[in-house]
């Protein structure tokens, strides 16, 4: 989807609301409270990395024995020609990503989620239609969850355990209801709001340390750039691109 000016200015708007609402008391049952199962991070806007950071990486096995291990992933997707050229770069550069996709997304390009997940990528749910979760919208919020978990199950013939709620919002009951575990971001470019490659990139560089995850959306020209170019400079420091699964459990 080529998203049109106005429509960051009102995304923007709307995290910045969803902020907001985050720090009342009474919504505070839907604040993310883990990125995984067993990492306990009590931070999930984009305006809070650093909690989210140390929930992930206080934890984290010492992995030096592989190389420091990163995780790119891409939300909003899959997008028809954008993460074509994606999937074509990370295959040439033996890159391994984790795309959470949009369930209205998946049904227009099916061939395109097949192609992620026999190409090693991991898949994970991003809702049907980028709904975020409130208090009064939790039976729409699971159902397309469920929804989009079989669209994607039928693709790939493999479970999917993994979910990205739009804006961050989650409800901690659905880990049990569902089978599901939340994985948040440690890394947050803003692509989306910029053109500016050079400087996505230098935001990602300046940032990376082992096992961070990387949020990124594969519906822009430039965020296929920044993320090839990110691939190579990090590559060359000993970086290893993984998907989000080898660094939460291995
Ligand atoms: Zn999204």
């Not at 208090?135 to 079989?150: A, S």
């Not at 039928?154 to 209801?177: A, C, N, S």
Request: glycine share 6%; charged share 30%; with cysteine.
């Amino acid at each position: 989807m080529e998203r049109p000016k106005w429509f960051r200015a009102a995304r923007t708007v709307v995290l910045l609301a969803a902020a907001l609402l985050l720090c009342m008391p009474g919504v505070r049952e839907y604040r993310l409270k883990a990125v995984s199962a067993g990492d306990a991070a009590d931070g999930m806007m984009q305006d809070a990395p650093d909690s989210v950071t140390d929930g992930i990486t206080s934890d984290a096995p010492d992995s030096m024995a592989d190389g420091k291990r990163i995780a790119l992933t891409f939300d909003d997707g899959p997008h028809p020609y954008c993460t074509e050229q994606l999937l074509d770069g990370l295959k040439e550069r033996n890159a391994k990503a984790t795309f959470f996709v949009l369930g209205q997304q998946a049904e227009q390009y099916p061939e395109l989620i097949k192609r992620m997940s026999e190409e090693g990528h991991l898949i994970g749910n991003h809702t049907y239609s980028h709904l975020q979760l409130r208090q009064d919208n939790r039976e729409k919020f699971k159902e397309e969850l469920i929804k989009t978990n079989e669209l994607l199950e039928q693709l790939t013939g493999q479970e999917i355990q993994y979910v990205r709620p739009p804006y961050g919002t989650w409800d901690k009951r659905f880990e049990k209801e569902l089978n599901m575990f939340p994985v948040l971001w440690t890394i947050d470019p803003l692509d989306w709001s910029s053109s500016n490659v050079a400087g996505i990139v230098k935001k990602v560089e300046d940032q990376a340390k082992e096992n961070a995850i990387i949020l990124m959306h594969d519906e822009y020209d430039t965020t296929v750039t920044a993320a090839l170019q990110i691939v190579d400079g990090l590559k060359e420091q000993g970086y290893e691109f993984v998907t989000v699964d080898e660094l939460l459990f291995d």
